[in-house]
């Protein structure tokens, strides 16, 4: 659908006029030296390059994710189906049960050896042994690991680990600290005896050919009719994925690798996606729920592969902007019937640099440049607001720079910072094999932020001076050879996941953004183009620098060479020889200027208690169809029912703070108003929106409004 009719030729040979935007926009920020020091702040739009709006309608007030459930999300699989949670019901298993097969099941009693561990280790460890092999001899599927007592002694800890190699070889071991600080304990878990077990130096062996390497229990006689790969939907409230999926694979004794799912899904939101795991009955995840709180699965089947990252369509957004203002209902409803009709700038949102008050993007120039003991700093250094405990670690490390000490205290949340000390524990001063240690997909996002740092700005550029009613020459444009489904892969070539819009996702891209058979599809546009009316501007793309990919024909590719160049990067050549971390080994990929939100539906809401959902979740119609009322939530194990009329909103899990990192303890968080009945208005938009594609930025301009987490802060107060 074209924006408006083609324009004539004099129009399209002649400049067009600038585009009305809200904030002025210039290109004095190429020469503004942006340092650690000026960016030490809560981190606004204009400093990404977020700064156009498409249309110059009015915006209102609104509140957004004033309630984690005021922000849903429903994954959309790659065969355009949304993804909910329908049923807890189990699907019919093939299972012949005389042809499992338990490794332990060989009518040998065990009494012996339990006295014997019990004068080895005391009466607690012992019962505790004495209770989970029960289970494990029964073939029961809650047979989880148990972790011994603490116990500082080493030489006391090699006996232990040698009396079950000796005793129990069905059984694996392996040392871990029960919480942060503390003495290191003994966890006992249960192995197939067919591989899977720990070797000499603790690294875990891989299984035979035909297994993974990860817990194999049952694989060696799964039913070669039935998928060996259990799919599920997961349902979480206020949890990331990863966070969610840890929760479940340590329920389960399974690594959590050991998972594949098409993407991550926001951690203050309420959202439903698929995941898939190796060779696990339904059976055993489904009793899970009784004991999962804040997370549930279910709709499960058996499947022949498993979930990678971006396989998906995109995700159905549900949001609930409260406290709706405006000089009058007209103005709203303008603005909603406007964002259906004129899209938004596809930017990427805030979320993609972090909400810290060091962004990533300027930890990814410092990773182009070659700069790995800076770019170490900025990761572990203080920074503002963080919690106490963080901050006290980052400055006791400043200051003395003993990595002991400073792993003992710091969060093991913050999974960058203790890959890059217990690397330097090992190899003092060697700060590029430090951020190697960083898990891949968290290192990578630094510099693929840097990338769509300089896509913003070039959008902002590429609207405020040409609009978005004409193409102008030089454009860079979707071939419309291609298939739609071939579209929607260069809209996402880098299949990053899909964390749109959560307060701490990870994001997991491939270096290898744009594949070189996809670069003949983007073309320059040409005077023929222009006269023949093929292209609008909902065909436009920019690209993500990289080696492989084209810049426009015109001044906007100026834009990210001399931003690039201010901050000391080439985007031709590297001055390093480290490849993850160089611009030439990245291919890079072309992203849309504009979207429109899909099936794009919204109303307006009366209420006057802001504790009441003004949207059902997947769970709530699954209760209200099976005829329950409440939910039954347990916090630190007191029991918290929470139903429709309640005045508060129970938050279980890591509550998600300012820096973006999580507290790793059990919140509950209230939501109080002091003046229930006074009429309130809230808008609640329903739309579906290309995996990449940021909610927020469609908000954003609904509401003409920063989207960041401090400014929808201050508007509760």
Known sequence: MRLRAPPSLSALLSPP???????????????????????????????????????????????????????????????????????????PE????????????????????IESFRSLCGEVDADALKAFLGKVLASESDASP????????????????????????????????????????IRVRFSSGKGGGMSKRGMKRKDTKDDKPFDSRGSKNWPEHIGKFLRFNLYKENKDTQEALGLIGKMLGVHQRSFGFAGTKDKRAVTTQRVTIFKQHAKRLAELNSR?????????????????????????????????????????????????????????????????????????????????????ALILDPREGERPITREAREYYKEHGDVDSTLKKLPRFLVAERAILQCLKK??????????????????????????????????????????????????????????????????????????????CLLDLSDGVHSEEKVQFVKVVDSEDLLKGLYTFEDVVLPLPG?????????????????????GISLTESVHGAKEFSISNLKGAYRRVFQR?????????????????????????????????????????????QTKNLDSEVSIGKHMVEDGNADPSPTIELVHNTDIQSPKLALKLAFTLPTSCYATMAVRELLKSSTSVSYHKSLNH
């Open 292 to 376: 999962l709180f804040g997370v549930k699965v279910g709709d499960f089947c058996y499947v022949k592969e498993g979930l990678v990252l971006g396989q998906l369509a995109g995700n159905r957004f549900t949001i609930t902007l409260r406290v709706v203002a405006a000089d009058c209902k007209d103005t709203i409803k303008a603005a909603a019937d406007g964002l259906q009709r004129n899209g938004f700038i596809n930017y990427y949102g805030l979320q993609r640099f972090g909400s810290g008050s060091v962004p990533t993007h300027l930890v990814g120039a410092a990773l182009l440049r070659g700069e790995w003991k800076g770019a170490a």
């Open 427 to 504: 190899s003092p001063g060697n700060y590029l094999q430090a951020l190697k240690a960083i898990p891949r997909t968290l290192r990578m996002m630094y510099v693929h932020s840097y990338q769509s740092f300089l896509w913003n700005h070039a959008a902002s550029m590429r609207v405020q001076k040409y609009g978005i009613s004409q193409m102008v020459l030089g454009d860079l444009v979707l071939c419309k050879e291609i298939s739609p489904a071939e579209m929607a892969s260069s809209d996402n070539p880098d299949l990053e996941d899909d964390c749109n819009d959560g307060d701490n």
């Open 17 to 91: 006029k600038p585009y009305l935007f809200s904030k002025p926009f210039s290109l004095s920020y190429l020469y503004r030296p942006r340092t650690l020091a000026t960016m030490a702040k809560t981190l606004d739009e204009s400093d990404v390059g977020i700064s156009c709006y498409v249309s110059s309608l009015a915006g209102f007030r609104g509140i957004l994710k004033q309630r984690y459930s005021d922000f849903i999300v429903n994954e959309v699989d790659s065969d355009g189906n949304i993804v909910r949670l329908t049923s807890f019901d189990l699907p």
């Open 94 to 113: 093939e299972f012949d049960e005389k042809v499992r097969e338990n490794p332990c099941s060989d009518g040998k009693d065990y009494t012996l050896e």
């Open 597 to 641: 939100p899909i099936d794009f539906v919204w109303e307006l809401l009366d209420y006057t208690d802001d504790n009441i959902p003004l949207v059902e979740t997947d769970l709530d119609i699954m209760q209200k169809d099976s005829g329950l009322s409440n939910k039954e939530v347990f916090v630190d194990g007191i029991s918290v029912s």
């Open 146 to 185: 148990i972790v011994l007592s603490p116990d500082p002694d080493k030489s006391h800890r090699a006996e232990v680990h040698n009396f079950f190699k000796r005793n129990f070889k069905f059984l694996v071991t392996d040392t871990v600290e029960e919480s942060e600080g503390s003495s290191k304990c």
């Open 547 to 567: 080696s492989k990919i084209l810049y426009p024909a015109n001044d906007i590719a100026g834009v990210y060479h001399d931003l690039a160049k201010k901050d």
